[in-house]
């Protein structure tokens, strides 16, 4: 790391600006375009709202509307194709391709379910949906690996808001859609295709890597737009609870529309003002009276400072394959192969299958599930936007009480993923038993786990096998969230509910027609399965436990020993040489920086 002066949020200039420009071309303005690129992105949470007009207007049975919901998962997990692209084109390249896949793929769902298309056929449809999906990806590499690379040092703070903001996202469309559509379920595809692909095409030229200069108060600013979320989840959380109770006219829902495009934009005014701050530091650099105030990390392409390792070099330069087996201590750098022939990750890997696709068939079939126990249909999008609101406070309530049990108390994260493996338990079992007016707490549960559940499962694999092929591993672990919802959702929860579902309608003494979507009503369509799900989740969480007891001795350790050393090596190479009026002030920022860190 490198001193330097104060200097704009760009980093480099100090000549005077136009505080427009300032703002516009800063990095604050890059978090707050990510913010909103975020805020549209989660439509993947939202297939309960639209579900079941694919359903009806393409007559399938609730085994091919699952499979289209297994393509639609496996589409938003698969994130190695955009992230290969970013490592050799500018954020705006995926940002595009993202844009363009979002509106053709759910543009093209949204033809299909209007009839404006001939019927595609099954392939097609799990093709478009696919294809939508997957532009989540682009728009999470384009702009969340753009942020965390433009501040470095507060990686943690810009991932938890910004996947907060993805967790958000369900419901903030739900408004939008009402505000713009009322209550037309169909439009909602449209929405879902072109507000994502609008907001990232718009902020294509601001988003971009720039300068990694380090402020003091990098901390407090994440923390004022983390309040700001905060505040737009309370005000849905009421929203919804208001409009649950009673039915809202055309212009409550624009009046609504509006409140939540005001906290959309509200973070500009945290952006704002910490753009006037850097305004006045640069104009005291410019009379002379500038002091050291912020710390530079270190360019990608400058050689990377040697630390102690297990890691010889002559091992190094053997075989990858010939190390697969001898995988290194944990918390060091794992070989991606080491990752995935580890015990470790098997273990990790097993539990989140048999435990967040139970979870996300939860979250996917909420719409199915009104329905068949009898719930009005203004209802669903309520059970869609509890969801997003719960997903949002489960990733930080989970990433931030995580971080501070573990280091108050050496709490293992594992444990903690146990723990909220187990409360899934409560919300399956809700469903199963089919309890009056319980689809409300259940949709809570079930957003609030999905949610937690990722943060803790990527910090596990960045602390055991490092960070190194922290994007592969990444992609590794999100995996298992499609192969369990593919198990729970379609080959169990579809099956199950089409035998009933046929079974209502023999007794009736009627058979299903050629193109008839089939219908289930009654506690027995999901009750089976869901204690199917209760019990693969619970097998889930009693495997997590044995990563809890093969890991406690390293995280009853510090874990974080090699960091230090690094941090110490960059602290004594950067004070060398300094005066020492200098050398006191980097001084500072380094303790003052790691009792933040």
Known sequence: ????????????????????????????????????????????????????????????????????????????????????INEITPPWVVLSMGAVMNFSGYFMIWLAVTGRIAKPQVWQMCLYIC??????????????VTCVKNFPGSRGSVLGLLKGYVGLSGAIITQLYHAFYGDDTKSLILLIAWIPAAVSIFFLPTIRVLSTTRQPNELRVFYNLLYVSLGLAVFLTVLIIVQSKRISSRN??????????????????????????????????????????????????????????????????????????????????????????????????????FSVGGTLTAIDNLGQIAKSLGYPSESISTFVSLVSI??????????????????????????????????????????????????????????FCFGAQWPLIFAIISEIFGLKYYSTLLNMGGFASPLGAYIMNVKVTGYLYDKEALKQLQAKGLTRKAGEDLSCVGVHCYGTAFF??????????????????????FYKGDMYSKDKVKAQTEMATTISGTSSTERESLLGHFQNKRRVD
């Open 390 to 447: 719960w997903n949002y406070l489960g990733r930080v309530v989970a990433g931030f009480s995580s971080e501070i049990f573990l280091t108050k108390y050496k709490v293992p994260r594992p444990l903690m993923l146990s723990l909220i493996m187990f409360l899934s338990c409560v919300g399956h079992l809700l469903i199963a038993f089919g309890v009056p007016n319980s689809l409300y707490l259940s949709s809570l549960i079930a957003g």
């Open 1 to 84: 790391m490198v001193a330097k002066e104060a200097s704009t949020g760009g980093g480099g200039s100090t000549e005077p600006r136009n505080i427009a420009q300032q703002v516009i071309t800063g990095r604050w303005f890059t978090v707050f375009a990510s913010l909103l690129i975020m805020a549209v992105s989660g439509a993947t949470y939202m297939f309960g709202s639209y579900s079941n007009d694919i359903k009806t207007s393409l007559g399938y049975d609730l085994t091919t509307l699952n499979l289209l919901s297994f393509f639609k998962d496996l589409g938003a997990n698969v994130g190695v194709v955009s992230g290969l």
């Open 131 to 144: 294809i939508g999906a997957n532009s989540q990806t682009f728009a999470n590499t384009g702009a969340l």
């Open 252 to 353: 409550e829902y624009v009046f609504d529309g509006l409140m939540v495009l005001f906290f959309l934009l509200l973070p500009l005014a945290v952006v704002l003002r910490e753009e006037l701050d850097l305004r006045s530091a640069e104009k005291q650099d410019l009379t002379g009276n500038s002091a050291v105030l912020f710390v530079t990390e270190a360019e990608s392409t400058q050689p990377q400072l040697e630390y102690s390792t297990n890691t010889t070099k002559s091992e190094e330069e053997s075989s990858c394959l010939s190390n697969v087996f001898n995988p290194p201590n944990r918390g060091e750098d794992y070989t991606i192969l080491q990752a995935l022939f580890s015990i470790d990750m098997l273990v990790l890997f097993s539990a989140s299958t």
């Open 532 to 553: 199917i799900i209760t019990a693969s989740t619970l097998i889930g969480c009693l495997i997590s436990l044995i990563l809890v007891i093969r890991t406690r001795n």
